[in-house]
Nanobody, 124 residues
Framework: QVQLVESGGGLVQAGGSLRLSCAAS????????MGWFRQAPGKEREFVAA????????YYADSVKGRFTISRDNAKNTVYLQMNRLKPEDTAVYYC?????????????????WGQGIQVTVSS
């Protein structure tokens, strides 16, 4: 059974940092793109960042560019999201996801596996 488990969320003051981790089990995703999405109350799930299997191509939403960094460790079957200079508008449930296909996408409907989500709250 495939599982993606996020960790590292919590409450932080504006301007602070958090590092999210997503550990995969049940199969290896070392050849698959992975991404992070988020969903704030009353809003649709939105793209945050995505990374190809090699890390050679990385994409960010404009709202997080320059503040967030996605990375992965294929040996650990884990993807990370380093979040710096956090803002109250970054408050959301963050989800990691993985694709079966090998072409990276920013569209959540193209992701096949999802974590349960983890809360990130940024206070002003």
């Amino acid at each position: 059974q495939v599982q993606l488990v996020e960790s590292g969320g919590g409450l932080v003051q504006a301007g602070g940092s958090l590092r999210l981790s997503c550990a995969a089990s049940g199969r290896t995703f070392s050849r698959n793109p992975m991404g992070w999405f988020r969903q704030a109350p009353g809003k649709e799930r939105e793209f945050v960042a995505a990374i190809t299997w090699s890390g050679g191509m990385i994409y960010y939403a404009d709202s997080v560019k320059g503040r967030f960094t996605i990375s992965r460790d294929n040996a650990k079957n884990t993807v990370y999201l380093q979040m710096n200079r956090l803002k109250p508008e970054d408050t959301a449930v963050y989800y990691c996801a993985a694709q079966r296909v090998y072409s990276v996408s920013m569209n959540p409907s193209t992701y096949d596996y999802w974590g349960q989500g983890i809360q990130v709250t940024v206070s002003s």
